[in-house]
């Protein structure tokens, strides 16, 4: 009996099935109470190595990308600078307008409430300066544009509501941060998201990310609903639907069916791990190798 049909019948005796696989040269499948165990097997070549695993790794992303439907919808949560009529992850943000300086002290633009924005900076003494802001062709009433300036030592954040002359005046600057003005300059960023939701726009994130970034919130913030916006930001980013399991104690694979190099893939929901998903466009975030090192079976 050959190796295979060593492994064949070896699979068969645990209850899976052999089902049709372009990746691998043989997958085996068992759909259990708790879930459904996959194992794929590459043979003995290393599986980066093997030139048939590159052909067939070749067409499984030749066919990705000119599948009629893709698999992944990354449309739904767009983390780009516009503006929502709901809060969303990670609107809160603002994107750079320009940099004032000495060199290049105004700066125009438009945005979505108003036609046209000129930015101005102004040296007003030894020890303050001021920023011009100038608004016209309000495009809509009450549509309002929120700002950020910033001198890398301090900042001011405010909204714009109406056409004119917007004046923010910095008095009694240290004489670091003026010479920080004078050589690099002040930032201006305009906020990606109305103003009204940057504040609910920054708490969604905030619960996404809380326990990653080591942040008790307030208000009695549960892991359920911690759990729910990873899943929300998960279902929402890429059309992945995520299920409670019926059995959470989950599946333990045969420690006989485990060889040296097999891989595992991993999907958690915490934040950054729905950021890793989402970034890479996989549905795991983390890997590990078996590695068995005399009778002890190690994850890497």
Sequence with gaps: MTLDEQLYLKYE????ISIPSKLSDAHFQKISPHGIESHLYFGNQPLLGHRDFRKRAFEAIKDRFIAPEPTLNLTDIDIKCERSDLPNFFKFGGQHVG?????????????????????SLEITGENSYSVLHKTSGLKKLGCGDGFLYSDLFNYHAGAIYWD??????FKLVPEEEMESVKKVGIYGFR???????????????????????????????????????????????????????THPEGITPDKSLIQSGDLFGEMDTSGVDALIMYGSGSY??????????????FML
Excluded at 99 to 119: G, K
Excluded at 164 to 169: C, L, M, R, T, V
Aim: net charge negative; charged share 25%.
């Design 13 to 16: 005796q645990n209850d899976f």
């Design 99 to 119: 940099t004032l300086n000495l060199s290049h002290p105004s700066q125009t633009f438009t945005s979505p409430c108003f036609e046209s924005h000129t930015i």
């Design 164 to 169: 004119g002359d917007h004046k923010f005046e």
């Design 191 to 245: 906020m990606c998201d109305k103003v009204i939701n940057i504040v609910p726009d920054f708490i969604l994130t905030l619960g996404l990310l809380a326990s990653d970034l080591g942040i008790n919130l307030p208000f009695n913030f549960s892991s359920e609903l911690e759990n729910d916006l990873d899943w929300t930001f998960i279902f929402e980013g890429m059309d992945r639907e995520l299920k409670e399991r």
């Design 284 to 297: 795991i975030d983390h890997c590990l190798v078996a590695l068995w090192i005399d009778d002890e079976l």
